[in-house]
Protein backbone atom coordinates (compact mmCIF):
# COMPACT_ATOMS: atom_id res chain seq x y z
CA UNK A 1 0.00 0.00 0.00
CA UNK A 2 1.31 3.90 -0.43
CA UNK A 3 1.63 5.57 2.43
CA UNK A 4 -0.67 7.26 3.51
CA UNK A 5 -1.14 11.09 2.81
CA UNK A 6 -2.10 13.71 5.20
CA UNK A 7 -5.97 13.93 3.81
CA UNK A 8 -6.65 10.08 4.21
CA UNK A 9 -5.00 10.33 8.22
CA UNK A 10 -7.19 14.26 8.37
CA UNK A 11 -10.72 11.87 6.80
CA UNK A 12 -9.83 8.73 9.13
CA UNK A 13 -9.91 11.07 12.21
CA UNK A 14 -12.95 13.18 11.13
CA UNK A 15 -14.80 9.79 11.41
CA UNK A 16 -13.58 8.70 14.12
CA UNK A 17 -14.67 11.68 16.09
CA UNK A 18 -18.04 11.70 14.34
CA UNK A 19 -18.56 8.23 16.01
CA UNK A 20 -16.83 9.37 19.58
CA UNK A 21 -18.93 12.56 19.74
CA UNK A 22 -22.20 9.65 19.62
CA UNK A 23 -21.18 7.60 22.49
CA UNK A 24 -23.49 7.84 25.34
CA UNK A 25 -22.87 8.85 28.80
CA UNK A 26 -23.05 5.24 31.08
CA UNK A 27 -21.61 3.65 27.80
CA UNK A 28 -20.03 0.36 27.33
CA UNK A 29 -17.41 0.59 24.35
CA UNK A 30 -16.02 -1.91 22.38
CA UNK A 31 -12.55 -0.05 21.55
CA UNK A 32 -11.32 -1.13 17.91
CA UNK A 33 -7.91 -1.66 16.54
CA UNK A 34 -6.00 0.24 13.84
CA UNK A 35 -5.31 3.66 13.14
CA UNK A 36 -8.79 4.61 12.61
CA UNK A 37 -9.65 3.18 16.05
CA UNK A 38 -6.98 5.08 17.67
CA UNK A 39 -8.30 8.07 16.93
CA UNK A 40 -11.72 7.12 18.18
CA UNK A 41 -9.96 5.93 21.36
CA UNK A 42 -8.34 9.75 21.62
CA UNK A 43 -11.79 11.29 20.76
CA UNK A 44 -13.20 9.52 23.46
CA UNK A 45 -10.84 9.67 25.89
CA UNK A 46 -11.01 13.75 25.32
CA UNK A 47 -14.49 13.81 26.26
CA UNK A 48 -13.48 11.28 29.49
CA UNK A 49 -11.16 14.29 30.49
CA UNK A 50 -14.61 16.46 30.20
CA UNK A 51 -16.24 13.83 32.19
CA UNK A 52 -18.09 11.68 29.85
CA UNK A 53 -18.70 8.14 31.80
CA UNK A 54 -17.83 4.90 29.81
CA UNK A 55 -16.46 2.00 30.05
CA UNK A 56 -14.06 0.57 27.33
CA UNK A 57 -13.78 -3.16 26.05
CA UNK A 58 -10.45 -3.56 24.57
CA UNK A 59 -10.28 -5.79 21.31
CA UNK A 60 -6.25 -6.01 20.89
CA UNK A 61 -3.34 -5.81 23.29
CA UNK A 62 -2.06 -2.47 21.65
CA UNK A 63 -5.60 -0.58 21.89
CA UNK A 64 -5.81 -1.61 25.42
CA UNK A 65 -2.21 -0.15 26.33
CA UNK A 66 -3.38 3.12 24.37
CA UNK A 67 -7.00 3.30 26.04
CA UNK A 68 -5.41 2.56 29.47
CA UNK A 69 -2.41 5.64 29.51
CA UNK A 70 -5.26 7.92 28.26
CA UNK A 71 -7.70 7.09 31.14
CA UNK A 72 -10.03 5.47 29.66
CA UNK A 73 -11.49 2.82 32.64
CA UNK A 74 -11.33 -0.54 30.78
CA UNK A 75 -13.16 -4.57 31.41
CA UNK A 76 -12.68 -7.35 29.68
CA UNK A 77 -14.86 -9.23 27.41
CA UNK A 78 -15.51 -11.99 29.66
CA UNK A 79 -16.25 -9.44 32.88
CA UNK A 80 -18.97 -6.91 30.80
CA UNK A 81 -22.41 -7.87 30.69
CA UNK A 82 -23.28 -6.24 27.52
CA UNK A 83 -21.73 -3.59 25.29
CA UNK A 84 -23.38 -1.14 24.16
CA UNK A 85 -21.30 -0.30 20.57
CA UNK A 86 -18.43 -0.92 19.76
CA UNK A 87 -16.47 1.27 17.01
CA UNK A 88 -14.04 -0.56 14.94
CA UNK A 89 -12.18 0.63 11.69
CA UNK A 90 -12.16 -1.82 8.37
CA UNK A 91 -10.23 -2.41 5.29
CA UNK A 92 -12.90 -2.88 3.02
CA UNK A 93 -16.54 -1.74 2.97
CA UNK A 94 -18.59 -3.43 0.49
CA UNK A 95 -21.04 -0.57 -0.21
CA UNK A 96 -24.00 -2.38 -1.22
CA UNK A 97 -23.89 -4.69 1.78
CA UNK A 98 -22.16 -2.97 4.74
CA UNK A 99 -20.06 -6.53 5.19
CA UNK A 100 -16.86 -5.36 5.65
CA UNK A 101 -13.07 -7.40 5.72
CA UNK A 102 -11.31 -6.85 8.52
CA UNK A 103 -7.91 -8.14 10.45
CA UNK A 104 -4.94 -6.18 8.34
CA UNK A 105 -3.59 -5.35 12.12
CA UNK A 106 -3.97 -9.12 13.18
CA UNK A 107 -6.60 -8.43 15.75
CA UNK A 108 -9.73 -9.87 13.64
CA UNK A 109 -10.83 -12.59 16.18
CA UNK A 110 -10.57 -10.22 19.12
CA UNK A 111 -12.74 -7.75 16.93
CA UNK A 112 -15.18 -10.48 15.69
CA UNK A 113 -15.89 -11.28 19.12
CA UNK A 114 -16.61 -8.07 20.95
CA UNK A 115 -18.49 -7.11 17.69
CA UNK A 116 -20.87 -9.84 18.23
CA UNK A 117 -21.11 -9.53 21.87
CA UNK A 118 -22.13 -5.68 20.82
CA UNK A 119 -25.31 -4.27 20.69
CA UNK A 120 -24.41 -1.68 17.40
CA UNK A 121 -21.13 -2.78 15.35
CA UNK A 122 -20.02 1.20 14.20
CA UNK A 123 -17.28 1.05 11.45
CA UNK A 124 -15.35 4.16 11.20
CA UNK A 125 -13.33 4.77 7.63
CA UNK A 126 -12.37 6.97 5.21
CA UNK A 127 -13.58 6.61 1.79
CA UNK A 128 -10.32 4.91 0.04
CA UNK A 129 -11.84 2.06 1.93
CA UNK A 130 -15.04 1.79 0.28
CA UNK A 131 -15.47 -1.18 -2.78
CA UNK A 132 -18.40 -2.59 -4.70
CA UNK A 133 -16.70 -6.25 -3.97
CA UNK A 134 -14.84 -7.64 -0.90
CA UNK A 135 -11.50 -8.95 -1.65
CA UNK A 136 -10.91 -6.14 -4.49
CA UNK A 137 -7.98 -4.80 -2.67
CA UNK A 138 -6.89 -6.85 0.28
CA UNK A 139 -6.52 -10.62 1.20
CA UNK A 140 -8.52 -12.05 3.62
CA UNK A 141 -6.82 -12.40 7.07
CA UNK A 142 -7.56 -15.94 8.35
CA UNK A 143 -6.33 -16.64 12.25
CA UNK A 144 -4.85 -20.81 12.06
CA UNK A 145 -3.76 -22.44 14.67
CA UNK A 146 0.39 -22.66 14.25
CA UNK A 147 0.58 -26.51 14.89
CA UNK A 148 0.46 -27.94 11.19
CA UNK A 149 -0.81 -24.28 10.07
CA UNK A 150 0.54 -25.93 6.51
CA UNK A 151 -3.10 -27.75 6.84
CA UNK A 152 -5.01 -25.38 6.84
CA UNK A 153 -3.38 -23.32 4.26
CA UNK A 154 -4.05 -26.20 1.83
CA UNK A 155 -7.24 -26.26 2.79
CA UNK A 156 -7.72 -22.70 1.69
CA UNK A 157 -5.81 -22.76 -1.62
CA UNK A 158 -8.26 -25.62 -2.59
CA UNK A 159 -10.99 -22.86 -2.30
CA UNK A 160 -9.03 -20.69 -4.60
CA UNK A 161 -6.74 -18.38 -2.17
CA UNK A 162 -3.17 -17.67 -2.64
CA UNK A 163 -2.12 -18.33 0.43
CA UNK A 164 0.75 -16.23 2.01
CA UNK A 165 2.02 -16.79 6.22
CA UNK A 166 1.89 -13.45 7.29
CA UNK A 167 5.27 -12.23 8.75
CA UNK A 168 7.38 -9.75 10.51
CA UNK A 169 9.89 -8.08 8.92
CA UNK A 170 13.24 -7.73 8.77
CA UNK A 171 13.70 -11.71 9.73
CA UNK A 172 10.31 -12.74 8.34
CA UNK A 173 9.10 -14.75 10.88
CA UNK A 174 5.86 -15.61 11.27
CA UNK A 175 3.32 -12.40 12.86
CA UNK A 176 1.88 -14.20 15.97
CA UNK A 177 -1.94 -12.58 17.03
CA UNK A 178 -2.47 -11.45 20.60
CA UNK A 179 -4.11 -14.77 21.36
CA UNK A 180 -0.54 -16.70 19.93
CA UNK A 181 -1.86 -18.06 16.41
CA UNK A 182 -0.93 -17.19 12.96
CA UNK A 183 -2.36 -15.36 10.46
CA UNK A 184 -2.93 -17.10 6.74
CA UNK A 185 -3.69 -13.74 3.87
CA UNK A 186 -5.32 -15.05 1.71
CA UNK A 187 -5.99 -13.51 -2.02
CA UNK A 188 -8.93 -14.42 -3.42
CA UNK A 189 -9.60 -11.66 -5.46
CA UNK A 190 -12.83 -10.06 -5.64
CA UNK A 191 -15.24 -12.23 -4.25
CA UNK A 192 -18.77 -12.77 -6.00
CA UNK A 193 -20.56 -14.39 -2.60
CA UNK A 194 -18.55 -13.79 0.66
CA UNK A 195 -21.28 -15.43 3.36
CA UNK A 196 -20.67 -18.53 1.29
CA UNK A 197 -16.82 -17.79 1.48
CA UNK A 198 -16.83 -16.88 5.08
CA UNK A 199 -19.05 -20.14 5.96
CA UNK A 200 -16.73 -22.36 3.86
CA UNK A 201 -13.80 -21.25 5.68
CA UNK A 202 -15.19 -21.53 8.86
CA UNK A 203 -15.65 -25.28 8.46
CA UNK A 204 -11.51 -26.04 7.47
CA UNK A 205 -10.13 -27.69 10.70
CA UNK A 206 -6.83 -25.77 12.29
CA UNK A 207 -9.21 -22.55 11.35
CA UNK A 208 -9.83 -20.05 14.22
CA UNK A 209 -11.59 -16.99 12.41
CA UNK A 210 -11.53 -14.96 9.30
CA UNK A 211 -11.71 -11.65 8.84
CA UNK A 212 -14.60 -11.34 6.74
CA UNK A 213 -17.35 -9.79 8.98
CA UNK A 214 -20.88 -10.57 7.47
CA UNK A 215 -24.20 -8.60 8.65
CA UNK A 216 -22.50 -7.73 11.49
CA UNK A 217 -21.47 -3.81 10.66
CA UNK A 218 -24.67 -1.96 11.56
CA UNK A 219 -23.43 1.42 10.46
CA UNK A 220 -20.74 2.75 8.45
CA UNK A 221 -19.40 6.40 8.69
CA UNK A 222 -17.43 7.34 6.37
CA UNK A 223 -15.04 10.68 5.75
CA UNK A 224 -14.26 11.74 2.56
CA UNK A 225 -13.58 14.84 0.55
CA UNK A 226 -17.71 16.22 0.51
CA UNK A 227 -17.50 15.79 4.55
CA UNK A 228 -18.89 12.49 6.45
CA UNK A 229 -21.87 10.29 5.60
CA UNK A 230 -23.16 7.35 7.85
CA UNK A 231 -24.22 4.45 6.37
CA UNK A 232 -26.74 2.19 7.42
CA UNK A 233 -27.71 -1.64 7.06
CA UNK A 234 -31.82 -1.49 5.81
O1 LIG B 1 -9.13 -4.81 11.25
C1 LIG B 1 -8.28 -4.11 11.74
C2 LIG B 1 -7.22 -4.60 12.66
O2 LIG B 1 -7.28 -6.01 12.77
C3 LIG B 1 -8.27 -2.64 11.44
O3 LIG B 1 -9.46 -2.09 11.90
C4 LIG B 1 -8.12 -2.44 9.96
O4 LIG B 1 -6.91 -3.07 9.56
C5 LIG B 1 -8.11 -0.96 9.56
O5 LIG B 1 -6.95 -0.34 10.06
P1 LIG B 1 -6.66 1.20 9.81
O6 LIG B 1 -7.72 1.98 10.51
O7 LIG B 1 -5.28 1.39 10.40
O8 LIG B 1 -6.67 1.43 8.32
Redesign the pocket.
Known amino acids: MPP?GDEQTRR?RAAAERAASAVQDGAVVGL????????VIQALAERVKEGLRIVGVP??LRSERLARSLGIPLIDLQDATRIDVTI????EVAVGTLDV????????LR?KLVAVASEREV????DT?LVERLGSR?AV?VEVVPFGWRVPAQALEALGGRVALRSVPPEGEPFVTDNGNYILDVDFGPIANPAALANEIKTITGVIEH?LFIGIAHEVIVAGAQGVEVLTRG
Open positions: EKGTGSTAECTSDGADLKGHGGALEIVVDKFPG
